[in-house]
């Protein structure tokens, strides 16, 4: 079985800081790990995955994450926050031996900037 | 590449009516997956499709949804006799068998009134 948890709903953060948010996830077997964007009344874009390459994985928009096995943590960064930046993002797991990469997500964590 | 298209946009119907969703996916990915999502949730996986067969389906997925995928190309997902908590919006994606991290639509948002 796997699982991913966002702690916190909402986070805030002021045009131009450094945004943080953070995904720790459970996963019996190797994971592959992703970050979606969604904005009002969308569907998901993908931002970046994680799939057992490099541990640091850049993705579009400036956004990058880190991949810590030892932490079981997917934590998505980006150095300075653009008011397009708000948002809803969700991590997501898969297991990296299925047979189907059915994804598992966790609850989101909304983004708002502020000028 | 078009993108994974979904119709309609927006769906009202009343409780009790049946509803019928469509997908188009990518015209090369040979996978094809439904999910839901409620207000202040993440998706949640419904069914999933390798070509025209429907190899995984969710406790979620009670018997009033059915979906198909004749010929491994559009998708339909139907729900019969809506509840109000059939509210949600439901999503479409797409991947080739190997790909992670597939590409969604823009979603059907239905409302039971």
């Known amino acids: 079985a796997q699982s991913v948890t966002q702690l916190g709903s909402h986070v805030s953060v002021s045009e131009g800081a450094l945004v943080l948010l953070r995904c720790n996830y459970s996963?019996?077997?190797?994971?592959?790990l992703f970050w979606y964007v969604q904005y009002p009344n969308q569907g998901l874009q993908l931002l970046l995955k994680?799939?057992?390459?490099?541990?640091l994985v850049k993705g579009i928009n400036g956004f990058e994450a880190e991949f810590k096995k030892s932490e079981t943590s997917f934590h998505l960064t980006k150095p300075s926050a653009h008011m397009s930046d708000a948002a809803e993002y969700f991590c997501?797991?898969?297991?990296?031996?299925?047979?189907?990469?059915?994804?598992?997500f966790g609850k989101g964590i909304t983004l708002s900037v502020r000028p | 590449d078009t993108g994974v298209s979904q119709d309609p946009r927006h769906k009202i119907t009343k409780r009790g009516q049946n509803v019928t969703f469509r997908c188009d996916p990518i015209?090369?990915?040979?996978?094809l997956y439904w999910y839901r999502q409620t207000l202040g949730q993440g998706p949640e996986f419904l069914t999933y499709?390798?070509?025209?067969?429907?190899?995984?389906k969710s406790r979620l997925l009670s018997d009033r949804f059915s979906a198909e995928r004749p010929k491994g190309s559009f998708s339909t997902l139907e729900i019969q006799r809506t509840e109000q908590g059939d509210s949600a919006m439901y999503l479409c994606?797409?991947?080739?068998?190997?790909?992670?991290?597939?590409?969604f639509g823009s979603g059907t948002r239905l409302t039971v009134v």
């Open positions: 994606a797409s991947s080739s068998t190997g790909d992670y991290g597939y590409t």
């Open positions: 997501a797991v898969t297991e990296s031996t299925g047979a189907n990469s059915k994804l598992t």
């Open positions: 015209s090369e990915h040979n996978r």
């Open positions: 996963s019996s077997v190797p994971p592959y």
């Open positions: 499709f390798q070509n025209e067969a429907q190899l995984e």
């Open positions: 994680y799939t057992s390459a490099a541990t």
